[in-house]
């Protein structure tokens, strides 16, 4: 699949690599950019052969934000239509059925910002500058940010971080819960390409039901999140792969999951 703002590539073991490509723009989301993500995301949830899917920037930076120019020109009538462009795009990242790992460095902010908390881990490089600045534009982040910040940090750092417009630097991100690890500039890539095969290399279904398990049941109480864990661990133990693994176990020897 060809685009004009993103580079895809997938390798053979199940993991597919997206990047944003308008470097020149320190990979502004524009409009065709939101419109590609949503289609690209579209096809790997299709796509059987994918099992995790990487997502960075291209250049120095993984995304500056929303493109101004664009966002200048919008009313109150035609700012809601771009909002829910963004909210489907990035819904249909966070709600996939498939891990998508982003790997932050240099400036992730605003919109770029908006598109990481999607994912479901961050990692982040030491020159990551994370925040939601749209108050010093006149404006509050349109898609998903308010909403996302506070459930993944709480409501008050949410809030200090977003009516200040502040920025944090990457080990503020990651004493904040914001991203899960920080790591040198230049070790980033290779350090989530290894955490995303390690991923794809475990049983398949497993990894599924586990993803399944934490974020259908995040928002539940505890008592139907427990009940949907032991659905799905039913489910898991009836499977090929979980006799696989427990036989491999006891064997000595490395397991064969066929994903079935």
Same mark, same amino acid.
């Given at each position: 699949?060809?685009?004009?703002?993103?580079?895809?590539?997938?390798?053979?073991?199940?993991?597919?690599?997206?990047?944003?490509?308008?470097?020149?723009?320190?990979?502004?989301?524009?409009?065709?950019?939101?419109?590609?993500?949503?289609? !690209?995301?579209?096809?790997?949830?299709?796509?059987? &052969?994918?099992?995790?899917?990487?997502?960075?920037?291209?250049?120095?930076?993984?995304? +500056?934000?929303?493109?101004?120019? =664009?966002?200048?020109?919008?009313?109150?009538?035609?700012?809601?239509?771009?909002?829910?462009? /963004?909210?489907?795009?990035?819904?249909?990242?966070?709600? /996939?059925?498939?891990?998508?790992?982003?790997?932050?460095?240099?400036?992730?902010?605003?919109?770029?910002? &908006?598109?990481?908390?999607?994912?479901?881990?961050?990692? +982040?490089?030491?020159?990551?500058?994370?925040?939601?600045?749209?108050?010093?534009?006149?404006?509050?982040?349109?898609?998903?940010?308010?909403?996302?910040? +506070?459930?993944?940090?709480?409501?008050?750092?949410?809030? =200090?971080?977003?009516?200040?417009?502040?920025?944090?630097?990457?080990? &503020?991100?990651?004493?904040?819960?914001?991203?899960?690890?920080?790591?040198?500039?230049?070790?980033?890539?290779?350090?989530?390409?290894?955490?995303?095969?390690?991923? +794809? /290399?475990?049983?398949?279904?497993?990894?599924?039901?586990?993803? &399944? !398990?934490?974020?259908?049941?995040?928002?539940?109480?505890?008592?139907?999140?427990?009940?949907?864990?032991?659905?799905?661990?039913?489910?898991?133990?009836?499977?090929?792969?979980?006799? =696989?693994?427990?036989?491999?176990?006891?064997?000595?020897?490395?397991?064969?999951?066929?994903?079935?």
């Amino acid at each position: 699949m060809k685009f004009r703002n993103l580079r895809l590539e997938i390798d053979s073991g199940g993991v597919a690599e997206l990047t944003l490509e308008r470097p020149a723009v320190l990979n502004a989301l524009n409009e065709e950019t939101i419109r590609e993500l949503d289609s !690209a995301f579209r096809t790997l949830e299709r796509n059987e &052969e994918v099992r995790v899917v990487l997502l960075s920037g291209a250049g120095k930076a993984f995304s +500056a934000g929303a493109d101004i120019p =664009e966002v200048h020109r919008l009313d109150a009538e035609t700012s809601q239509a771009f909002s829910r462009r /963004g909210h489907a795009a990035l819904n249909r990242i966070e709600r /996939g059925s498939k891990p998508v790992l982003a790997a932050v460095r240099g400036f992730c902010l605003g919109g770029g910002c &908006e598109l990481a908390l999607a994912c479901h881990i961050r990692i +982040a490089g030491t020159d990551a500058r994370i925040g939601l600045p749209e108050v010093k534009l006149g404006i509050i982040p349109g898609y998903g940010g308010t909403q996302r910040l +506070a459930r993944i940090v709480g409501r008050s750092k949410a809030l =200090e971080l977003l009516l200040c417009g502040r920025t944090l630097s990457a080990r &503020e991100a990651l004493e904040a819960g914001l991203v899960s690890r920080v790591v040198k500039p230049e070790d980033l890539l290779p350090t989530c390409r290894e955490l995303a095969s390690r991923i +794809a /290399g475990q049983a398949p279904l497993a990894v599924r039901y586990c993803f &399944e !398990a934490v974020n259908r049941g995040y928002d539940l109480p505890l008592q139907a999140g427990l009940d949907l864990e032991t659905a799905l661990f039913g489910l898991a133990s009836g499977t090929d792969d979980m006799k =696989e693994g427990t036989r491999a176990f006891m064997e000595k020897r490395r397991p064969r999951f066929k994903g079935r």
